[in-house]
T-cell receptor, first 116, second 119 residues
Framework: AQKITQTQPGMFVQEKEAVTLDCTYDTSDQSYGLFWYKQPSSGEMIFLIYQGSYDEQNATEGRYSLNFQKARKSANLVISASQLGDSAMYFCAMRVRSYNTDKLIFGTGTRLQVFP | DSGVTQTPKHLITATGQRVTLRCSPRSGDLSVYWYQQSLDQGLQFLIQYYNGEERAKGNILERFSAQQFPDLHSELNLSSLELGDSALYFC??????????????????FGSGTQLSVL
């Protein structure tokens, strides 16, 4: 069964420091996509970064990078130089696509709090 | 702004009632997805439509139904509401993919959600 696991319910980080949010996934598919979304207190879901299962390079988007370790089935999000505005829920997700389905499976999320 | 519009933003109703949530996808997006976010269940995929046709079904109750209209907007109908249906309901859209299988970097763009409170 396809599953996303986020084992950190909450994380604290000081402003300007880096933080790693953990994500492991389970799938028997060879082709899949991994996403991270941010959900601030206002509720909207904001796309952060994507990693394809065949991508050899780790994805980067500004201060966000994805530490992709395929053999370990992990896709950790690294946020560098944390800002107060980074305080939010962060969700790891896997996109599953086949002839009869196309959906994102989400983990339970990690609540990140950035303090001054 | 993701470009996905959901109305209403908030909905308060009573048990046993029926409500309709509306979603307008981004311009050009053919796929619409519905998700339910609750404290105990997290983010659950409900259903997906592609160009008017149902493509995938998730954990959607029989009391719930959805459709996508020719103009590509979608509606999620929730009937015989129960207290446990209180949740944040998201609509998301994405562009069509070719081929339809395998990895894709096309992200889902989410609306701001409809907060449903069943009293």
């Amino acid at each position: 069964a396809q599953k996303i696991t986020q084992t950190q319910p909450g994380m604290f980080v000081q402003e300007k420091e880096a933080v790693t949010l953990d994500c492991t996934y389970d799938t028997s598919d060879q082709s899949y996509g991994l996403f991270w979304y941010k959900q601030p207190s206002s509720g909207e879901m904001i796309f952060l970064i994507y990693q394809g299962s065949y991508d050899e390079q780790n994805a980067t988007e500004g201060r966000y990078s994805l530490n992709f370790q395929k053999a370990r089935k992990s896709a950790n999000l690294v946020i560098s130089a944390s800002q107060l505005g980074d305080s939010a829920m962060y969700f790891c997700a896997m996109r599953v696509r086949s002839y009869n389905t196309d959906k994102l499976i989400f983990g339970t999320g990690t609540r990140l709090q950035v303090f001054p | 702004d993701s470009g996905v519009t959901q109305t209403p933003k908030h909905l308060i109703t009573a048990t046993g009632q029926r409500v309709t949530l509306r979603c307008s996808p981004r311009s050009g997006d053919l796929s619409v997805y519905w998700y339910q976010q609750s404290l105990d269940q997290g983010l659950q995929f409900l259903i997906q439509y592609y160009n008017g046709e149902e493509r995938a079904k998730g954990n959607i109750l029989e009391r719930f139904s959805a459709q996508q209209f020719p103009d590509l907007h979608s509606e999620l109908n929730l009937s015989s509401l129960e207290l446990g249906d209180s949740a944040l309901y998201f609509c998301a859209s994405s562009q069509p993919q070719s081929p339809v299988q395998g990895p894709t970097n096309e992200k889902l763009f989410f609306g701001s959600g409809t907060q449903l409170s069943v009293l």
